[in-house]
Protein backbone atom coordinates (compact mmCIF):
# COMPACT_ATOMS: atom_id res chain seq x y z
CA UNK A 1 0.00 0.00 0.00
CA UNK A 2 1.46 3.75 -1.19
CA UNK A 3 1.35 6.42 1.12
CA UNK A 4 2.34 9.79 0.81
CA UNK A 5 3.06 11.59 3.40
CA UNK A 6 3.41 15.97 3.89
CA UNK A 7 4.68 17.88 6.38
CA UNK A 8 5.54 21.76 7.35
CA UNK A 9 2.75 23.77 6.77
CA UNK A 10 1.51 26.44 8.79
CA UNK A 11 0.87 30.35 8.99
CA UNK A 12 3.47 32.59 8.24
CA UNK A 13 4.12 36.10 7.63
CA UNK A 14 4.35 37.69 4.05
CA UNK A 15 7.93 38.15 3.07
CA UNK A 16 8.86 34.67 5.41
CA UNK A 17 9.70 30.79 4.68
CA UNK A 18 8.39 27.67 4.89
CA UNK A 19 9.83 24.13 3.89
CA UNK A 20 7.07 21.30 2.70
CA UNK A 21 8.61 17.89 2.81
CA UNK A 22 6.90 15.01 1.55
CA UNK A 23 7.73 11.13 1.34
CA UNK A 24 6.38 8.04 -0.53
CA UNK A 25 6.86 4.89 0.82
CA UNK A 26 5.33 1.16 0.21
CA UNK A 27 6.69 0.61 -3.41
CA UNK A 28 9.01 -0.91 -4.69
CA UNK A 29 10.24 1.62 -7.47
CA UNK A 30 11.78 4.83 -7.63
CA UNK A 31 9.47 7.94 -8.87
CA UNK A 32 9.70 8.85 -11.91
CA UNK A 33 8.35 12.55 -11.30
CA UNK A 34 7.25 14.04 -7.70
CA UNK A 35 6.17 17.82 -6.87
CA UNK A 36 3.85 19.83 -5.59
CA UNK A 37 0.43 21.21 -6.58
CA UNK A 38 -1.99 23.51 -4.62
CA UNK A 39 -5.53 24.07 -5.16
CA UNK A 40 -8.05 26.74 -3.66
CA UNK A 41 -11.57 26.11 -2.95
CA UNK A 42 -13.57 25.49 -6.03
CA UNK A 43 -10.34 25.94 -8.19
CA UNK A 44 -8.40 23.23 -10.09
CA UNK A 45 -5.39 21.37 -8.62
CA UNK A 46 -2.33 23.42 -10.55
CA UNK A 47 1.22 22.64 -10.67
CA UNK A 48 3.71 24.58 -8.39
CA UNK A 49 6.60 22.66 -8.93
CA UNK A 50 8.11 19.24 -9.63
CA UNK A 51 11.16 17.13 -10.26
CA UNK A 52 12.35 14.39 -12.43
CA UNK A 53 13.79 11.23 -11.92
CA UNK A 54 16.60 12.48 -14.04
CA UNK A 55 17.30 15.89 -12.03
CA UNK A 56 15.09 18.67 -14.27
CA UNK A 57 12.39 20.76 -12.53
CA UNK A 58 9.70 22.63 -13.79
CA UNK A 59 8.13 25.71 -11.78
CA UNK A 60 4.73 27.64 -11.89
CA UNK A 61 6.07 31.21 -13.57
CA UNK A 62 4.74 32.66 -10.31
CA UNK A 63 6.63 30.88 -8.39
CA UNK A 64 9.74 30.92 -9.86
CA UNK A 65 12.78 32.53 -8.33
CA UNK A 66 11.14 31.93 -5.02
CA UNK A 67 10.65 28.24 -4.58
CA UNK A 68 12.84 25.47 -4.92
CA UNK A 69 12.15 21.62 -5.20
CA UNK A 70 14.60 18.86 -4.68
CA UNK A 71 14.68 15.56 -4.72
CA UNK A 72 16.06 12.39 -3.52
CA UNK A 73 14.89 9.61 -6.48
CA UNK A 74 16.42 6.85 -4.47
CA UNK A 75 14.06 6.95 -1.17
CA UNK A 76 11.31 8.47 -3.15
CA UNK A 77 11.08 12.01 -0.88
CA UNK A 78 10.63 15.46 -2.33
CA UNK A 79 11.03 19.35 -0.37
CA UNK A 80 9.79 22.46 -1.46
CA UNK A 81 11.97 25.21 0.12
CA UNK A 82 9.54 28.30 -0.32
CA UNK A 83 10.93 31.72 0.53
CA UNK A 84 9.35 35.71 -0.14
CA UNK A 85 6.31 34.07 0.35
CA UNK A 86 3.10 36.25 -0.21
CA UNK A 87 -0.46 36.17 0.63
CA UNK A 88 -1.28 34.37 -2.56
CA UNK A 89 0.83 31.91 -1.79
CA UNK A 90 -2.52 31.01 0.57
CA UNK A 91 -3.40 27.47 -0.63
CA UNK A 92 -3.44 23.92 0.44
CA UNK A 93 -0.50 22.20 -0.75
CA UNK A 94 -0.67 18.56 -2.38
CA UNK A 95 2.09 16.15 -2.84
CA UNK A 96 2.40 14.05 -5.89
CA UNK A 97 4.12 11.29 -7.10
CA UNK A 98 4.44 9.07 -10.18
CA UNK A 99 6.37 5.89 -9.99
CA UNK A 100 8.72 4.85 -13.02
CA UNK A 101 6.49 1.29 -13.80
CA UNK A 102 3.74 3.44 -13.39
CA UNK A 103 1.43 4.49 -10.54
CA UNK A 104 -0.26 8.33 -9.80
CA UNK A 105 -0.66 9.36 -5.75
CA UNK A 106 -1.28 12.06 -3.81
CA UNK A 107 -0.69 12.97 -0.26
CA UNK A 108 -3.57 14.40 1.87
CA UNK A 109 -2.64 17.93 1.57
CA UNK A 110 -1.04 20.76 3.88
CA UNK A 111 -2.08 24.13 4.29
CA UNK A 112 -0.29 27.20 4.01
CA UNK A 113 -1.53 30.83 5.19
CA UNK A 114 0.23 33.73 4.72
CA UNK A 115 -0.88 36.63 6.28
CA UNK A 116 0.04 39.34 9.03
Known amino acids: QVQVVESGGGLVQPGGSLRLSCGAS????????MGWYRQRTGKQRELVAR???????NYDESVKGRFTISGDNAKNTVTLQMNSLKPEDTDAYYC??????????WGQGTQVTVSS
Open 96 to 105: NVVFSQGGNY
Open 26 to 33: GSIFRFYV
Open 51 to 57: IFADGRT
